[in-house]
């Protein structure tokens, strides 16, 4: 992939986090008492009601998308500029890759079972 | 040919994280910086809370909902103290921030409020950090103060 097509997905994912982000956010604080929405279960914006809604995992799978390329694509962005080099740049892109691919699957399970949770 | 760890770690660090001497853009610079690594930090510390609440690494298949429960109100007992209450002010002011400035730099890298070019005259205000730019950048630090305070409301307030 070439360099600014890497940037550019950089700053549309900042601006998709902008967004998702902003409702993930919105249900935690703005949609009732903070207590009730950090409790597990007993209100309609709670931990896993916001779970087992299709609607609102989907916009934290994609926050979890955004997130994972902006916040590695940002230590990538870091790390050659700390150092250059066509060996020293292939081998952080792929290591940050594969890590990055791990953080995604993780999150996906953690969702999945969420979402799944009775 | 290459430099010795030590010393190249430090020239980078002085280059990104010593904003003295220079104008605003430069702390704008190092702020970005090091609100995206503390973002970063939370993200990770985030993906893994969330995870252990359904299982962690141990469990690959759907846990009881009632064990997930349990998991969740340990976790945030345990979370439940003055230290991360203020770590989570910090993380706020940091989120806003970086989200805020993010956008002036998403503008800039597109070609807005870039300013004229223009004879470089004393004392050398750089035309590419205007007054547009300068506006989003204080608007940045309020927020981001804002944001601090309404954290602090929650955690601290009666």
Known sequence: MKESTKMLLHYITGLGIVIVGGIHLFTVFLTGPYEQNLAFSGGPYSVISVYRSFILALTLELLLVFVDYHALNGIRVILIEFHQGAKWERGVSWILAVAGLLLFVYGTRTILIANALA | ?158
């Open chain 2, 1 to 158: 040919m290459t430099e010795p760890l030590i010393p190249q770690l430090k020239k980078a660090l002085f280059g990104w994280f010593y904003p003295f001497k220079y104008n605003i853009e430069r702390w704008a610079y190092a702020l970005q910086r090091i609100s995206g690594i503390a973002v970063t930090g939370y993200f990770l510390a985030h993906i893994v809370e969330t995870g252990n609440v359904v299982g962690g690494l141990d469990v690959w298949s759907t846990p009881p909902t009632s064990y997930a429960q349990d998991v969740w109100t340990a976790t945030f007992q345990f979370l439940d103290n003055p230290m991360f209450d203020l770590g989570l002010v910090v993380i706020g002011f940091m989120l806003t921030y970086h989200t805020v400035n993010g956008i002036r730099l998403t503008l800039a890298e597109f070609g807005f409020l870039q300013g004229r070019p223009a004879r470089p005259d004393f004392p050398y205000t750089p035309k590419s950090f205007g007054m547009a730019q300068r506006a989003i950048f204080w608007l940045s630090v309020i927020l981001a103060a804002a944001t601090a305070v309404y954290a602090i409301n929650i955690f601290f307030g009666a």
